[in-house]
């Protein structure tokens, strides 16, 4: 059980029992809702719960807040004061401290979820759009040619389509790609990470990917 003393508005309210703040919460919602954790500087770090939130709210680390309030949790009465402690909680924060994420050192993890929704559910070979389920991760220059497993080498591609190349570079197999694989920026990664973003979330972080990406069509 933790326990954390908690300064609203300058005041110290009362110690509070952050377990039983986010229990007034429903178990599914708070395993869907994220909220988007900056740096005091604007870079992203991280996509933390409802729970995470609070403690960081807690222990005073929050230097801003954006986006739209997302919960609102109520603690116990002072003693001395008479006053409730609650925590509202915003959809975007800024913390304290040294950032984490240096935005140059990123290497954004690949993952089918994450190539599907950067190429947009679109096969690069027929072009037509599919349930994820239908698609998969096609390596430009097969694993057979010394192809690599990386973001500028895979693209999304129907099951018919990555068959129909099979073990051959889209030149051999007369195939051309209709559009080019990048890596995601940091601010991609982000979306791409999450596939459940509140609208103020998504819009915070589309003002800043670049204006090639696909992810701003």
Same mark, same amino acid.
């Given at each position: ?10 005041? =110290? ?8 703040? =986010? ?17 005091? +500087?604007?870079? !992203? ?12 709210? /807690?222990?005073?680390? &929050? ?15 002072? /003693? ?6 609650? $925590?509202?909680?915003?959809?975007? $924060?800024?913390?304290?401290?040294? !950032? ?16 599907? =929704?950067?190429?947009?559910? $679109? ?16 390596? $430009? ?30 030149? +051999?197999?007369?195939? !051309?790609?209709?559009?080019? !694989? ?14 459940? =973003? ?10 800043? &990917? ?8």
């Amino acid at each position: 059980m933790t326990f954390i003393k908690l300064s609203l508005n300058k005041v =110290i309210l009362s110690l509070i029992d952050v377990h039983s703040l =986010i229990g007034s919460l429903s178990f599914g919602w708070r395993c869907v809702l994220k909220v988007l954790k900056l740096s005091a +500087q604007g870079l !992203p770090q991280s996509w933390i719960s409802l729970e995470q939130a609070v403690i960081h709210y /807690a222990a005073g680390d &929050v230097r801003w807040e954006s986006g739209g309030e997302v919960a609102v949790f109520h603690g116990g009465t002072n /003693a001395i004061t008479g006053q409730q402690s609650i $925590i509202t909680v915003n959809s975007i $924060i800024g913390t304290k401290g040294v !950032p984490k994420i240096n935005p140059f050192d990123l290497r954004s993890g690949l993952t089918n979820t994450k190539l599907f =929704i950067r190429d947009r559910n $679109i096969c690069a070979y027929c072009g037509d759009h599919f349930h994820e389920s239908e698609l998969t991760r096609e390596h $430009i220059t097969p694993f057979g040619q010394n192809g690599k497993d990386h973001w500028m080498n895979v693209v999304t591609a129907c099951k018919s389509c990555n068959h129909r190349k099979g073990n051959r570079t889209p030149e +051999q197999a007369h195939m !051309p790609l209709l559009y080019t !694989p990048y890596i995601p920026s940091l601010w991609e990664d982000f979306i791409l990470r999450n596939r459940r =973003i509140l609208a103020d979330q998504m819009e915070f972080l589309l003002a800043h &990917v670049p204006k090639s990406s696909r992810l701003v069509a």
